[in-house]
């Protein structure tokens, strides 16, 4: 059983840019596997590393088609358009409506340390840039107006202070 847990808004680690990994290690490697367990506790399909408190560019998905791992990830190629509502495990209770690309390309290292390139649609696509923005401190109410993100903030706030009280 892992001791991670999820990390919401406002803590500030959400906000954190996350530090590249020069080179797979096997704490790294627990580290992703943990991530995999809370992921699925908590129903979401996908995960990043500042989410449970790590500053590491890790990432992981499943979206149905298999547990995918990895580290650095970055985006090479992107392609199309579409928006859709999404929700996060940071940000309870709050969806957003986001335009995103809807095919990418992105390189990253795999859990047994190769360079893998990998092409991804729909909700796949989807869940790589989600989480890649988790790595760069960018959170779905980012995307929100100037006015539904302060409504969306004091909500989370009160959330946040009903469970500080309970």
């Not at 992981?60 to 928006?83: R, Y």
């Not at 990418?104 to 890649?132: P, S």
């Not at 790595?135 to 109410?141: A, D, F, R, S, T």
């Amino acid at each position: 059983m892992t001791s991670l847990k999820i990390k919401t808004f406002p803590d500030n680690i959400l906000r954190k840019k996350a530090k590249k990994i020069s080179k797979l290690s096997n704490a790294d490697r627990e580290d992703l596997s943990q991530m995999a367990e809370v992921m699925y506790l908590n129903g979401g399909v996908g995960l990043a590393a500042v989410q449970v408190g790590i500053d590491k560019q890790l990432v992981v998905i499943d979206v149905g088609q298999g547990l995918v791992k990895m580290a650095n990830p970055t985006i090479i190629k992107k392609a199309g358009c579409e928006a859709c509502e999404e929700g996060c495990l940071s940000v309870p209770g709050v969806n957003v409506i986001i335009k995103r690309a809807k095919t990418v390309t992105v390189n990253y290292l795999n859990d047994t340390g190769e360079v893998v390139r990998l092409d991804a649609e729909g909700l796949l696509a989807r869940a790589i840039q989600h989480e890649i923005d988790h790595l760069c401190g960018v959170l779905i109410i980012d995307y929100l107006n100037p006015l539904r993100k302060l409504i969306a903030k004091s909500r989370l706030s009160k959330t946040v202070r009903k469970q500080h009280n309970s």
